[in-house]
């Protein structure tokens, strides 16, 4: 979404939402996290590789590893 106007960026999340409320299981890999994390079940930013921040569904703060 890096570079994307606003409203775009909206209205992609929505459709992913909407999508994956059908049941339609969505991998993706967003530079965004803020976006991104807000829309999974389960979340993880990675930094050189290695997991750096979990997000899970059960629990909806961020945490790091």
């Known amino acids: ?14 459709i992913i939402r909407k999508l994956n409320d059908q049941g339609v299981t969505i991998l993706l890999v967003e530079q965004n996290a803020k976006v991104a994390l807000k829309l999974a079940d389960y979340g993880y930013v990675l930094e050189t590789g290695s997991i750096v921040i979990e997000k899970t569904k059960k629990r909806k703060k961020l945490y790091t590893t």
């Open 1 to 14: 979404s890096m570079g994307l106007a606003p409203f775009l960026v909206q209205a992609i999340m929505k």
